[in-house]
């Protein structure tokens, strides 16, 4: 896996429209940082509303801090069950 790859995998991601149940999960606060986020970003697309999206999660601007390796995260990220995978990096953000 080359960084490339994996920058583009991140953007991607990024860009997914906002699943139902992310933005249930969310807390009043988060879905209003996600709300102003989403109408700087353009909430009009063309001329018809656009979808919110996972960067919208993000709030307003942020930067790439990193990746990093995480144990902990790893360790209760699983399910019961299931198999852990070999190495999980979880990528941080800094406002």
């Not at 960084?3 to 953007?11: I, K, P, Q, T």
């Not at 063309?46 to 360790?75: M, P, Y």
């Amino acid at each position: 896996v080359t960084c490339r790859e994996v920058l583009v995998a991140l953007y991607d991601s990024l860009q997914t429209p906002l699943a139902d149940h992310e933005w249930g999960f969310s807390s009043d606060d988060l879905r209003q940082r996600m709300v102003r986020a989403w109408k700087r970003r353009g909430a009009l697309d063309g001329g018809r509303v656009s979808l919110l999206k996972r960067v919208d999660l993000l709030g307003g601007r942020c930067k790439l801090q990193g990746f990093c390796r995480d144990t902990d995260f790893a360790a209760h990220r699983f399910l019961p069950g299931t198999r852990p995978v070999p190495d999980t990096w979880v990528v941080r953000f800094m406002h």
